[in-house]
C-alpha cells in the first residue's frame, strides 16, 4: 500500500491513535522526526504528513530511476542483436 493510501487510512482515527500511526509510519519510511513537537510534546501532524508524503514520493522515485536504467540496458542490447542480425545476414 502506497503512502497515499495508508495516510487516508490514517486520518480516519481518532487524534490519539492518528498521532501514534502517523508516528509509526513516519519512522517506517525513514523520515526524521526533529522538530516536528509542538509546546505540548505533540507532534505537528501536517509536518509529519508532509515528511511521509516526501519520503513515499522519494522511494518511488528511485524505483522508477531502476526502471529506467534496465530499460535502456535492455534497448542496448535489443539494438545490438539488430545490427549483429544485419552483419549475418549481408554475409550470407
Known sequence: MNGQHQIKKIMSLSHNEREVALRKLAIKLGCSLAST??????????????????????????????????SAIASVISALAAWAAIIYATKG
Not at 505533540?42 to 534496465?70: G, M, N, P, T, V
Request: no cysteine; proline share 0%.
Open 37 to 70: 513537537y509542538n509546546s505540548d510534546g505533540k507532534h505537528f501532524e501536517d509536518e509529519l504528513i508532509r515528511r511521509i508524503q516526501e519520503a513515499d514520493r522519494s522511494i518511488r522515485d528511485s524505483r522508477l530511476w531502476w526502471i529506467a536504467a534496465i
